[in-house]
């Protein structure tokens, strides 16, 4: 399973980026899908879609991201707006699939919020 990001770039503050992952390769199920992001130091869930679940997000990103899965293509979005310079970060594309249960990672993709 190969996941591939794009979408990310340099923003100023208040400003909006999308950003999405296909999933490609043999997928039998998809169990979830998630962004992570990581700035120096520390790395965190930002937000998540289980199957069959509400999704999961980060306090610090409410009202403001929104998580979409498009499951007839396997793409995952993430719509960011309102950004700041705290959502700095390489955001990273996670899958788990199944059979077997197997977790794949993106290559990340860098989000640079800035004036």
């Known amino acids: 399973v190969q996941l591939r990001e794009s979408g990310g770039g340099f923003v100023e503050p208040g400003g909006s980026l999308r950003l999405s992952c296909a999933a490609s390769?043999?997928?039998?199920?998809?169990?979830?899908m998630a962004w992570y992001r990581q700035a120096p130091g520390k790395r965190d869930l930002v937000e998540e879609i289980?199957?069959?679940?509400?999704?999961t997000y980060l306090e610090s990103v409410k009202g403001r991201f929104t998580i979409a899965r498009d499951d007839a293509k396997n793409v995952l979005y993430l719509q960011m707006n309102n950004l700041n310079p705290e959502d700095t970060a390489v955001y990273y594309c996670?899958?788990?699939?199944?059979?077997?249960?197997?977790?794949?990672w993106g290559q990340g993709t860098q989000v640079i919020v800035s004036s």
């Open positions: 289980v199957s069959g679940s509400s999704p």
């Open positions: 390769g043999s997928i039998v199920s998809l169990i979830s």
């Open positions: 996670n899958a788990v699939v199944a059979p077997p249960v197997q977790q794949y």
